[in-house]
C-alpha cells in the first residue's frame, strides 16, 4: 500500500470550499484513492473515491491529476458540522478489505 | 437499512481480564472488519473475516482474535488485558471482500478502558 502525506491540521470558515491535499509518491497502478471521515467518538464514514481525474458526488469531489502522485479532496461550502478528521487512503481495491489509515488531517471550521 | 451495530458500547475491566466485543454487520453485507482507535498509534487494522473465515489479520499479538458467526455476526475477543488494550474498537462492515471498493461502514464502536 503506498504511503500517503497529508496536512496535520487545517482552518476554515464557515461558507468557504476546502481543499485538502494528500501526497502518494509511490501510488501503484493498481490502486485507487479514497477519503473518509471522522467525527469524535464515531467511526469513520466513507466519502469518495477515485482513480483519475474527477469524481464528484453529493459531498465532495475528488481531483486527480494526471501523474496520480497527490488528490485533492473539495469540500464545497463547508460549515461547522464538516469539523472532523479526513483521512486518505490508497490501495490495491482487489486486496481484502485492510484499510490502511495515516493520521489524517483535522479539519477545523469556525463561524 | 440499519447500521452497524455494537456491544456494549463502553467498558471497564482489570488487568489481566478478557474482555469479548460484539459486531453486528449491515443486513447482507458478509465481511467484517475490526480496527483500534488509540490516540498515538490511530488506527489500526486487527482482522477481517469473510463467510466465517479470517482473511487477513494485523500486526497485533495473539491475544486479539475474533470469529465470525453464519448470520456474520461477528466477535472479538482480547485475553489477559493489559493497560495498552485502553482504545476505541471499531467494527466495520462491507458487502463483499476485495471486490472493487474501499467502501466500508463503520460502527460508533466500543470504548474500552483497562484498569
Known amino acids: 500500500l503506498a504511503k500517503t502525506t497529508q496536512p496535520i491540521s487545517m482552518d476554515s470558515y464557515e461558507g468557504q470550499e476546502v481543499n485538502i491535499t494528500c501526497s502518494h509518491n509511490n501510488i501503484a497502478t493498481n490502486d485507487y484513492i479514497t477519503w473518509y471521515q471522522q467525527f469524535p467518538s464515531q467511526g469513520p464514514r466513507f466519502i469518495i473515491q477515485?482513480?483519475?481525474t474527477k469524481v464528484t458526488n453529493e459531498v465532495a469531489s475528488l481531483f486527480i491529476p494526471a501523474d496520480r502522485k497527490s488528490s485533492t479532496l473539495s469540500l464545497p461550502r463547508v460549515s461547522l458540522s464538516d469539523t472532523a478528521v479526513y483521512y486518505c487512503l490508497v490501495g490495491d481495491l482487489g486486496g481484502y478489505n485492510k484499510l490502511i489509515f495515516g493520521a489524517g488531517t483535522r479539519l477545523a471550521v469556525h463561524p | 437499512k440499519a447500521g452497524v451495530t455494537q456491544t456494549p458500547r463502553y467498558l471497564i475491566k482489570t488487568r489481566g481480564q478478557q474482555v469479548t466485543l460484539s459486531c453486528s454487520p449491515i443486513?447482507?453485507?458478509?465481511?467484517v472488519s475490526w480496527y483500534q482507535q488509540t490516540p498515538g498509534q490511530g488506527l489500526q487494522f486487527l482482522f477481517e473475516y469473510f463467510s466465517e473465515t479470517q482473511r487477513n489479520k494485523g500486526n497485533f499479538p495473539g491475544r486479539f482474535s475474533g470469529r465470525q458467526f453464519s448470520n456474520s455476526r461477528s466477535e472479538m475477543n482480547v485475553s489477559t488485558l493489559e493497560l495498552g488494550d485502553s482504545a476505541l474498537y471499531l467494527c466495520?462492515?462491507?458487502?463483499?471482500?476485495?471486490?472493487?471498493?474501499?467502501?466500508?461502514?463503520f460502527g460508533p464502536g466500543t470504548r474500552l478502558t483497562v484498569t
Open positions: 443486513s447482507g453485507h458478509r465481511s
Open positions: 466495520a462492515s462491507s458487502l463483499l471482500s476485495g471486490q472493487g471498493s474501499y467502501e466500508q461502514y
Open positions: 477515485g482513480y483519475k
